[in-house]
């Protein structure tokens, strides 16, 4: 039996990127308690202990910290959250999203 060759040739498309990562910064405020932004960490963004306390510090020393770096759905949901679960205590904390440098 004789086989047919196609005059079509398949093209593979090959152009998976990485998404695209956003960093996700905690800003410090006179209002929101230290126990509070450990409490966001280690529920919301599933830091240790250990580590909520060492970011928890580094706002309150420095006024920001980068808490995570994520794909942009995973980080607004994260800030959406952790910004219901601070207004529902009475807390102004503040988190932002913004792209990663590459």
Avoid: C, W
Wanted: charged share 30%; net charge neutral.
């Amino acid at each position: 039996m004789e086989q047919q060759q196609s005059s079509y040739k398949e093209k593979e498309r090959i152009d998976l990127r990485e998404p695209r990562r956003f960093k996700v910064t905690i800003f410090n405020d006179d209002f929101t308690t230290m126990e509070f932004v450990v409490k966001i960490l280690t529920t919301v963004f599933f830091k240790s202990t250990m580590e909520a306390e060492a970011l928890m510090m580094q706002v309150h020393k420095s006024e920001s910290a980068v808490i995570g770096i994520y794909t942009y759905d995973i980080a607004r949901s994260k800030v959406q959250k952790a910004t219901r679960m601070a207004r529902e205590e009475g807390f102004p904390l503040r988190l932002t999203v913004t792209p990663e440098e590459e």
